[in-house]
């Protein structure tokens, strides 16, 4: 009879830093019931629209989902969809379904993230006629390849992988016809900051050396040492969620660097404050007015405390460096 392993440390903290998968889609249902933007499929992941939130993790989420659907449709645009997506540490997120609807579907959207993870989204997408329905629609054939960890079609992918063993991740992505040649974005949310930075830097660098024509877009913390940052740490220490890669985020230049280091051409960086202050403010305004924000303050600590950065490489001269906000 085989012996059971011992339950480690990176065992719990492997385990919480899954559940954060489930907090930002817990608050992306309650804002999405609120108003500040419209998904239709997040229903289909989280039921209940569960406790309220407080306005400022509203419109801080709302800062997130706008800031990166903007690079995102922009890159999608500057290739004219002929393109990949692979969303790295995914969770439950709707970018597939979203893209399909507005009609900006790059050849191949994959997504890869903790097997455990994937196994719930596949459950999910084969119990919900309307997650699984648009993957249908741009299938093919009759069958879809299917098992436990993986589902792969000819426009849609989710591979349950460790990110932190890149040739495996690699060698998957490869199996369910991964294009080197194709130009790809690659999306990190929050997942590059639970990796020490010797890891980050190598799936960085894998990006930078995989792809000729690519765009990396990662959304994480920033400034965190400062007292604010400091409490931030503290709580997620609290629920065991330690965030190894904290050192890379203490600057928005430190964020910059981290890709130019590792290969890539061009490298931007900008907390949300900023890009709060730059998304369409008739928007803005409307998504205001649905919360009385008590704590004006306290909302702009937490944008000061997050940010996008994004990198470039064109050999295929697309422009992709003069994608911005």
């Known amino acids: 009879m085989a012996s059971r392993q011992p339950f480690t440390d990176t065992d719990t903290a492997d385990e919480a830093v899954r559940a954060t998968c489930d907090d930002a889609t817990v608050c992306k249902r309650f804002a999405t019931s609120k108003g500040y933007w419209k998904d239709p499929y997040i229903q289909y992941f989280v039921r209940s629209v569960g406790e309220r939130k407080a306005p400022e993790i509203n419109r801080g989420y709302y800062a997130r989902v706008q800031g990166v659907n903007r690079l995102l449709d922009a890159f999608l645009k500057k290739t004219q969809c002929e393109c990949q997506i692979i969303n790295l540490g995914a969770g439950l997120d709707t970018t597939f379904w979203r893209l399909k609807d507005d009609n900006l579907m790059p050849r191949k959207f994959f997504e890869v993230d903790f097997p455990t993870i994937v196994a719930r989204k596949i459950h999910y997408i084969k119990t919900k006629p309307p997650l699984s329905k648009p993957i249908i629609e741009t299938h093919s054939t009759d069958s879809l390849l299917l098992d436990a960890h993986s589902l792969d079609s000819d426009r849609y992918c989710i591979i349950g992988a460790d990110l932190r063993n890149v040739p495996d991740m690699e060698e998957k992505l490869k ?12 999306l990190t949310e929050c997942v590059l900051v639970y990796m020490t930075p010797s890891q980050s830097s190598g799936l960085i660098r894998w990006a930078a050396e995989t792809f000729h024509t690519a765009m990396f877009i990662n959304y994480e913390q920033v400034n965190m040492y400062d007292r604010f940052g400091q409490v931030m740490i503290e709580n997620l220490q ?37 890009v709060y202050g730059v998304l369409p403010q008739d928007d803005v305004g409307r998504i205001e007015r649905l919360e009385f924000l008590d704590e004006r303050e306290l909302l702009q600590q937490l944008l000061q405390h997050y940010s996008i950065s994004w990198a470039t490489k064109d050999k295929l001269s697309l422009g992709l460096s003069q994608v911005s906000f």
């Open 238 to 274: 609290r629920r065991q969620c330690a965030l190894a890669g904290v050192e890379t985020c203490q600057s928005l230049d430190l964020q910059k660097e981290r890709f130019l280091r590792s290969g890539w051409e061009n490298a931007n960086a900008l907390d949300m404050i900023t």
């Open 175 to 186: 199996r369910f016809q991964l294009n080197t040649e194709l130009p790809t974005l690659v």
